[in-house]
Antibody, heavy 120, light 114 residues
């Protein structure tokens, strides 16, 4: 069974940098095709794909946010970290961590999400 | 970016009746080398994360009731709930994972009981 859990601040101020951590189990980056990443959802709105990191250390970012995002992994800790710089109130959203595996490539497990509010 | 457009935005269906949700992509998500459509469907209930229902456009995820089915190819896809149950009230999203980055989602379709 795969589980993922997001952690990080619930409130950040405009212009600050957000750092979110996804801690997972039941999954290993040593398995070909595995990817873990982030999707966000503003209140009452649709899902937006942000960034993913893969078993071979390839990283993919949303082009519209690429300049603000960095994704890294710590294989020994089973963690993936997302940093987003220069936060703005429009970045207020629930941030989800999710994984994909090579045989499906869809997002087959999700964390519960963490609501991040950007406000002064 | 591939734009995913769902229709309708919302629908109300009587219990036991069929619910049909459409998803259209702005370009084909069929990968010719393996003949697979890189299209998934998710169900999201209030206060919960999305749950994978269908991948490869028509493969049901393990544990998903067989009243849920996916069909279509290329740019036009459908999620069908053959006999709506009360627990199916949710927002449903299509998702293309053909083009990365970015992968993209539809705007969502809200399913309610009539």
């Amino acid at each position: 069974q795969i589980t993922l859990k997001e952690s990080g601040p619930t409130l950040v101020k405009p212009t600050q940098t957000l750092t979110l951590t996804c801690t997972f189990s039941g999954l290993s980056f040593s398995t070909s095709g595995v990817g873990v990443g982030w999707i966000r959802q503003p209140p009452g709105k649709a899902l937006e794909w942000l960034a993913f990191i893969y078993w071979d250390d390839n990283k993919r970012y949303s082009p519209s946010l690429k300049s603000r995002l960095t994704i890294t992994k710590d294989t020994s800790k089973n963690q993936v970290v997302l940093t987003m710089t220069n936060m703005d109130p429009v970045d207020t959203a629930t941030y989800y961590c999710a994984n994909r595996r090579g045989e499906k490539m869809a997002l087959d497990s999700w964390g519960q999400g963490t609501l991040v509010t950007v406000s002064s | 970016d591939i734009v995913m457009t769902q229709s309708p935005d919302s629908l109300a269906v009587s219990l036991g009746e069929r619910a049909t949700i459409n998803c259209k992509s702005s370009q084909s998500v069929l990968y010719s080398s393996n003949n697979k459509n890189y299209l998934a469907w998710y169900q999201q209930k209030p206060g919960q994360p999305p749950k994978l229902l269908i991948y490869w456009a028509s493969t049901r995820e393990s544990g998903v009731p067989d009243r849920f089915s996916g069909s279509g190819s290329g740019t036009d896809f459908t999620l069908t709930i053959s006999s709506l149950q009360a627990e199916d009230v949710a927002v449903y999203y299509c998702h293309q994972y053909y083009d990365t980055p970015p992968q993209t989602f539809g705007q969502g379709t809200k399913v309610e009981i009539k």
